[in-house]
């Protein structure tokens, strides 16, 4: 069964780098129809989007956190990792890893995230 | 960007009722739109798919519908367990985008 498990600190000072671990057990890193992402949620918010990457090593991050972002992964511990560099409190929320499943049928090519894990809560503050 | 807009945001319903959610894009995304439940201290769940697919293990009881910029999510015969917070995601581009939520309680 696929599970999803993010990790790291809880607390992060402002200007500094958050670094977040996602420990995947019970799928492969390396079928290439599967896309892993992180996906945050202010306190109180909505879902934002942050970025997700392949084992091809393609990755895409959200324009709005403004090239801040690195995302990559760690085939041989199965692990996803992000890092998003000088936080600010906007950056305060909790943060989720999610796989991406692309399927296709005759109309397109669809991308949607089948499973989540619990997610970590991130708070920047001095 | 896709701006998605849900409504409403939040909902009352009873047990039993059959209640529709609403997402609406700021442009035609063909039918690449997806519904996700969250319970509260949970991560999202997958519920539909490319707009009417139904994800593996999900109850009959939710449907997806929808073309061009409006969609729907209906859950029939509502069940306690159907009271949570429920968010629409456009994948037709970068950046993916989710719309603000509706939080369906009991009322």
């Known amino acids: 069964q696929l599970r999803l498990q993010e990790s790291g600190p809880g607390l992060v000072k402002p200007s500094e780098t958050l670094s977040l671990i996602c420990t995947v057990s019970?799928?492969?890193?390396?079928?290439?129809?599967?896309?892993w992402g992180w996906i945050r949620q202010p306190p109180g918010g909505g879902l934002e989007w942050v970025g997700t990457?392949?084992?091809?090593?393609?990755?895409y991050d959200n324009p709005s956190l403004k090239s801040r972002v690195a995302m990559s992964m760690d085939t041989s511990k199965n692990q996803l990792s992000l890092n998003v560099n000088s936080v600010t409190a906007a950056d305060t929320a909790v943060y989720f890893c999610?796989?991406?499943?692309?399927?296709?049928?005759?109309?397109?090519?669809?991308?949607?995230?089948?499973?989540w894990g619990q997610g970590t809560q991130v708070t920047v503050s001095s | 960007d896709t701006q998605m807009t849900q409504s409403p945001s939040s909902l009352s319903a009873s047990v039993g009722d059959t209640v529709t959610i609403s997402c609406r894009t700021s442009?035609?995304?063909?039918?690449?739109l997806n519904w996700y439940q969250q319970r509260p201290g949970k991560g999202p769940k997958l519920l539909i798919y490319?707009?009417?697919n139904l994800q593996s293990g999900v109850p009959s009881r939710f449907s997806g519908s929808g073309s061009g910029t409006d969609f729907t999510l209906t859950i029939s015969t509502l069940q306690p367990e159907d009271f949570a917070t429920y968010y629409c995601?456009?994948?037709?581009?970068?950046?993916?985008?989710f719309g603000q939520g509706t939080r369906l309680e009991i009322k």
């Open positions: 995601q456009q994948s037709y581009d970068l950046p993916l985008t």
């Open positions: 442009q035609r995304i063909s039918g690449y």
């Open positions: 999610a796989r991406g499943v692309e399927k296709d049928d005759s109309r397109g090519s669809y991308l949607f995230f089948d499973s």
């Open positions: 990457v392949s084992y091809s090593g393609d990755s």
């Open positions: 490319a707009t009417s």
């Open positions: 019970g799928a492969s890193f390396s079928n290439p129809n599967y896309y």
